[in-house]
């Protein structure tokens, strides 16, 4: 049986036991992932996991965003290996790179491995505590609750080309959007659906601010932005200022619903890849579905199985990769 989360005030709990919807390719690696990987050998493990999350999100409540974006950008940057966390000292790994700029959340995942290489030493792959700590990130949150997959070993390769070349742009069209995404092997509903992660957290003026002024390169706005939230991220984001936050979600900042896809419906989404899917007829349906509150079922179900996907991205199991004590280490 999976292992089931719950956290208090959890409004829905989802076992996903199989993946069927999805498109992605299984091969002979991704087959190795399983449900409760660790029970004979650290039993209890995602408990751990999940107590000491709670208290590091007790003391920051931003925390949650910061460490689900770093599970997306651990996965899109060669595979879920933990990579993004190693460090070099010429600049040239994953995290030097400039859309990982912003991540956050490195410090937490290592506190959370210390713990759990006192309880079980050289058995739990980091890669495996980002893949449930986004889990947790997201039912904490308020978020729908999901079975993770484990068996993930770490990489020791970390190369800042990969992060160039694999995530995302913030400007990115549905038709650019949906390459990225299936260069990992993930279907065009997985990108709409991953998108809503963006229920969560901030983005920092730049990722935005050609909306504002620069659009087409004329110095304009983007039409499509709803005149009064225009006006508000004008005032707080000034040309040239690099340091402001804004929410990604300003209606509910800080809690995973169904207010990501409102926002994208009535023309405030923070970031231009985010509006865009209401540029697309497929994408825009799914996003007005969205706007009733009676499918956050939908969403929630979707949403487990999107997350589940992802995780399954180049994926190191078996004798592949390493189990290290401790994450963030200098690879040059
Ligand atoms: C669809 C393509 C995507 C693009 C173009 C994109 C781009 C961005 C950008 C530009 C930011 C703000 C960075 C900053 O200014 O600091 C951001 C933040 C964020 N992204 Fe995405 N993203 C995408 C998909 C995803 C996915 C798939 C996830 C997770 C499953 C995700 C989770 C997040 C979270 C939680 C934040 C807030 C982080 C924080 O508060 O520190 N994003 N994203």
Do not use: W
């Amino acid at each position: 049986m999976a292992s089931q989360l719950m956290f208090r005030g959890s409004r829905f709990l989802l076992l996903v036991l199989v993946v069927a919807s999805s498109t992605l390719m299984m091969d002979t690696t991704t087959a190795q992932l399983q449900y409760d990987f660790y029970n004979t050998t650290c039993p209890g493990v995602e408990d751990l996991v999940r107590a000491e999350l709670l208290a590091l999100f007790a003391a920051d409540v931003t925390l949650p965003a910061g460490l689900l974006r770093l599970h997306f950008h651990d996965c899109f940057g060669a595979g879920c290996d933990a990579a993004l966390l190693l460090k070099s000292h010429n600049g040239t790994a994953q995290r030097d790179a400039d859309p990982n700029s912003t991540v956050r959340g490195y410090e937490a995942i290592e506190a959370v491995k210390a713990k759990v290489e006192e309880a079980c030493p050289l058995v739990v792959s980091c890669a495996d505590i980002m893949a449930m700590a986004a889990r947790d990130a997201v039912n904490y949150t308020q978020g729908p609750a999901y079975a993770v997959e484990t068996g993930r070993r770490d990489g020791n390769v970390s190369r800042k080309e990969d992060a160039l070349r694999f995530l995302p742009p913030a400007d990115g069209n549905v038709t650019v959007l949906t390459q990225y995404f299936a260069a990992q092997n993930l279907s065009y509903k997985d990108m709409v659906v991953l998108s809503a992660a963006h229920s969560i957290g901030v983005a920092h003026c730049p990722s935005f601010s050609n909306r504002l002024y620069n659009y087409t390169g004329a110095g304009d706005q983007d039409p499509s932005l709803d005149a009064d939230y225009a006006k508000n991220l004008t005032a707080k984001c000034k040309p040239g200022n690099v340091a402001t936050v804004q929410p990604l979600d300003p209606t509910t900042p800080s809690t995973f619903d169904l207010g990501y896809y409102n926002n994208v419906y009535n023309h405030r989404a923070l970031l231009a890849s985010d509006a865009a899917l209401l540029n697309d007829s497929l994408s825009g349906a799914y996003v007005q579905l969205m706007t009733n509150a009676s499918s956050v079922d939908v969403f929630f179900a979707d949403f487990a199985v999107s997350m589940i996907n992802m995780g399954r991205i180049g994926v190191r199991t078996g004798t592949d990769g390493e189990i290290r004590a401790t994450c963030a280490i200098y690879v040059d």
